[in-house]
């Protein structure tokens, strides 16, 4: 994988904050029962795929298409940011973001990034040092 560690840790960080903040809401059905986030990581050939599950209310129908865009936030001190910057990051590394109702209660989030290809040759790094010093 050949992705910048902090920002793959900056959209996993965003979802599982997004599923606590959606747990710890404590309305609807489901309330009051126990909670948890799930998450997961799955090796395939070419890729990764990276997902969050929760237990909370999951996504309305009607925010399904919007959760993504910039600004779109239910929270009173949220800023509807964090989907749509981690959603930036995961497609700027070549992957892609989105989101699953769960069987039961609550959401998925999956993203994937792709594995890099291994190099088909060695880095010429001695050589360029070396004309570098001559
Ligand atoms: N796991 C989830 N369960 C239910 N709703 C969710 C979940 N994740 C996101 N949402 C909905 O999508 C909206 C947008 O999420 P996003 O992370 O982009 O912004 P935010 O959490 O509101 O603010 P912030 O900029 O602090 O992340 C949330 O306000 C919420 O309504
Ligand atoms: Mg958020």
Do not use: C, Y
Not at 16 to 37: I, K, Q
Not at 47 to 75: C, H, N, Y
């Amino acid at each position: 994988m050949q992705a910048d560690a902090l920002q793959v840790q900056q959209v996993i960080l965003n979802l599982v904050r997004n599923a606590l903040d959606a747990m710890n809401a404590g309305t609807g059905a489901g309330a009051g029962e126990p909670h948890a986030v799930v998450i997961s990581a799955r090796a395939e050939l070419k890729q990764v795929e990276i997902a969050v599950q929760d237990s909370g209310p999951g996504l309305p129908p009607e925010a399904r298409d919007q959760v993504l865009r910039p600004f779109f936030t239910t929270k009173p001190d949220g800023l509807g940011l964090g989907l749509s910057i981690s959603q930036s990051i995961v497609e700027a590394h070549g992957g892609r973001l989105w989101a699953t109702p769960n069987a039961g209660r609550g959401v998925t989030f999956h993203f994937t990034l792709p594995v890099a290809a291994p190099a088909a040759t060695p880095e010429p790094v001695a050589e360029a040092l070396s004309l570098d010093a001559a």
